[in-house]
Structures are given as structure tokens and as C-alpha cells.
């Protein structure tokens, strides 16, 4: 079984920091996924990143298969990035081999 | 990416009843969807992989009989909550992805089902 660990549990941020959400797991994998939750419930992939960094507007997420651990970073962090980011490794356990993470619930105030 | 759409986003429904929640994709065929349970500040539960064309599969402690799943085509499954009790009362989403394997999954935007 894979245990996914994920810090801060909680942030909370001014308008404008850099922010920095990191996600270690145990068991190796293929992929990992980078989810946002908003308020309402519903949930956007933001990335599936295999190696390296990937980069979309604000967002940049990185991953280094060998130390098992993935970060997710925003910059210039506006009220409207809050929400519960969650990590879900790839592997190939359960049917759909995702593990999820139990979220990072972030609040930029304005 | 790819869109998923789940309908309807919330649902009140009286202890007893039955209720149909539907996820589509909508432009892509997915021969596979899942179908996940949330309860409040936990993590997504997987509850069952939706098969076009054949039985679903219900992860462990799931009962089938009374979440019961359709995939009658490619782009739509159903998920039914029969005979609902307060309990059930849960946020529901389902995800699909685009070809085989552990590929990008996309997910619906979740159904609040709260059952009076």
C-alpha cells in the first residue's frame, strides 16, 4: 500500500506569496497527479508529471521518482488559488492506481 | 484537457427513495469511469470501476445491490443509490480517462447527495 503523506496540512497566506505544497510517498511509481478541489467539490487535474517540472500559468509542479517526494508551487498566489490541493500517486495498486493524498487546504487572503 | 460532466450537482432526497446520478464525458469515449465517495475532511474513497458494456467492480465493503452502476455506452455511467438512508448522505464524483492504461484522469465536478 502506498502511504502518501502531504505538508502543510493547513496554510494559510497573503495575497501574492510563493507557495509550496510537498507530497512524499512510499512505494514507487509511474506518475503522479496534482488535483485542486474547490469549495463546491469539484476537482480539476492540474498536472500528471512522470519526471522533472512541469509549468502551467502560475503553477509549477516538480517530481523526483528516486527520493519519492513531489512539489507543487504557485507563484504570485491570489485569493482565488484557494482551495484543497491534493496529491495522488500513480501505481499499481487498485483499480485505478491512484492514492490520494488527505489534501492541503490553502486560504490566500487578500 | 478533456471534459467530464456530472449531473445533477446536488441532490435532497427523502430516506427510502432512489436517486441516479449520471457522469459523462463529453468529448472523449472512456470504456472506463470510477466512481468515488467523499466524506467531509477525508479523502477520496474509490467505490467502483465502471465497465462499458459489462459489470461493474465494486471495491471491498462496497454493496452492490445498492450502488448500482450502468456504463451503456462510451461517454455516460450512471451511478443509482437505492433505497437511501441519512448515511449515504456524501459527496460523489466520478472520474474517467482517455484510452487504456494509467493514463490523465479527469474528474466530474461531484454530486452532494443529502438524504432526509
Known amino acids: 500500500k502506498n502511504e502518501v503523506e502531504q505538508s502543510p496540512q493547513n496554510l494559510t497566506a497573503q495575497e501574492g506569496e510563493f507557495i509550496t505544497i510537498n507530497c512524499s510517498y512510499s512505494v514507487g511509481i509511474s506518475a503522479l497527479h496534482w488535483l485542486q478541489q474547490h469549495p463546491g467539490g469539484g476537482i480539476v487535474s492540474l498536472f500528471m508529471?512522470?519526471?522533472g517540472k512541469k509549468k502551467h500559468g502560475r503553477l509549477i509542479a516538480t517530481i523526483n521518482i528516486q527520493e519519492k517526494h513531489s512539489s507543487l508551487h504557485i507563484t504570485a498566489s491570489h485569493p482565488r488559488d484557494s482551495a484543497v490541493y491534493i496529491c495522488?500517486?500513480?501505481?499499481?495498486?487498485?483499480?485505478?492506481?491512484?492514492?490520494f493524498g488527505k489534501g492541503t487546504h490553502l486560504i490566500i487572503q487578500p | 484537457g478533456a471534459v467530464v460532466s456530472q449531473h445533477p450537482s446536488w441532490v435532497i432526497c427523502k430516506s427510502g427513495t432512489s436517486v441516479k446520478i449520471e457522469c459523462r464525458s463529453l468529448?472523449?469515449?472512456?470504456?472506463?469511469m470510477f466512481w468515488y465517495r467523499q466524506f467531509p475532511k477525508q479523502s477520496l474513497m474509490l467505490m467502483a470501476t465502471s465497465n462499458e458494456g459489462s459489470k461493474a467492480t465494486y471495491e471491498q465493503g462496497v454493496e452492490k445491490d445498492k450502488f448500482l452502476i450502468n456504463h451503456a455506452s462510451l461517454t455516460l455511467s450512471t451511478l443509482t443509490v437505492t433505497s437511501a438512508h441519512p448515511e449515504d448522505s456524501s459527496f460523489y464524483i466520478c472520474?474517467?480517462?482517455?484510452?487504456?492504461?494509467?493514463?490523465?484522469?479527469?474528474f466530474g465536478q461531484g454530486t452532494r447527495l443529502t438524504v432526509v
Open positions: 508529471l512522470s519526471s
Open positions: 468529448d472523449f469515449q472512456a470504456t472506463t
Open positions: 472520474s474517467a480517462r482517455k484510452g487504456h492504461g494509467r493514463t490523465e484522469a479527469f
Open positions: 495522488a500517486p500513480v501505481s499499481g495498486g487498485g483499480a485505478d492506481g491512484l492514492t
